[in-house]
């Protein structure tokens, strides 16, 4: 389906495989090179799921989300992550990520965090010198989901509001793709620590013996029970 977008001209593919740049850096050229083609800029990646309703269970549009007049004096729109543990599934199989992970956490520390759309034709540099495309510079006019304009400011995020929209985060999907995630690094990491990674995994997924082994038998360890079976912040 997306090839169809791309024959259409309606996506474009930027290939920056051995490039060195922090996303924020990235985020920035990008925006510079797009920003009179856009209206909005949503900076989130392709397996996080936007969804947004004007009431509970009643799921909207962009267009008409975006269409709310308190979204008028934006030029930011910050959205919380919710995030979506592992279900207690070990494996990868082929099935939609909506389908296999359904049951979000809404206690999970790292609902904080925030992604950010963009109002197009800004003269000011977004993201520029911040690390992170998390959030935008504080001079920047950001709202919450709901369209209330952020005054206090915080550079890592904000207090989880899932009353209007949020995106679905699915941070380590399964033991075994998060195995394959921590092999391959990202931009910001190529080198992933196992023992702390690991760690990371059980903060946001409830501890069992069978998702321990897979990570023993990936990367050839002994893990003690008791350093992990108590890191889950969830509920």
């Known amino acids: ?5 791309i024959k259409n001209k309606k996506v474009d593919i930027i290939d920056i495989i051995g490039i060195s740049m922090v996303p924020a850096e990235f985020f920035y050229h990008i925006y510079n090179n797009y920003k009179d083609r856009c209206e909005w800029f949503g900076f989130f990646d392709f397996d996080e ?3 947004m309703h004007n009431e509970p269970g009643k799921n909207i549009d962009l267009k008409k989300y975006l269409s709310n007049p308190s ?3 934006c030029e ?3 959205f919380n992550w919710l995030m979506c543990p592992d279900n207690n599934l070990l494996h990868y199989d082929e099935r939609p990520l909506l389908e296999r992970f359904p049951f ?3 206690n ?3 609902n904080g965090y925030v992604k950010s759309m963009i109002r197009g034709k800004l003269d000011r540099i977004p993201f520029f010198p911040l690390k992170s495309s998390h959030r935008p510079e504080k001079n920047i006019k950001e709202c919450d989901a709901n369209g209330n304009l952020i005054t206090n400011y915080n550079p890592f995020g904000m207090n989880p509001n899932f009353e209007h929209a949020y995106l679905k985060h699915f941070n380590t999907k399964t033991a075994e793709e998060y195995v394959n995630k921590i092999k391959r690094g990202d931009l910001m990491n190529k080198d992933y620590e196992p023992m702390e990674r690991i760690k990371c995994f059980f903060s946001h997924n409830k501890f069992t013996d069978e998702k321990l082994k897979i990570f ?3 990367f050839n360890l002994i893990l003690n029970r008791n350093d992990y079976k108590n890191l889950y912040n969830g509920n």
């Open 216 to 218: 023993e038998k990936a």
């Open 49 to 51: 799921y936007l969804e």
């Open 108 to 110: 999970d520390n790292a």
């Open 104 to 106: 979000p956490n809404y």
């Open 1 to 5: 389906m997306l090839q169809e977008y």
């Open 76 to 78: 930011s729109i910050g």
């Open 71 to 73: 979204f008028d004096k």
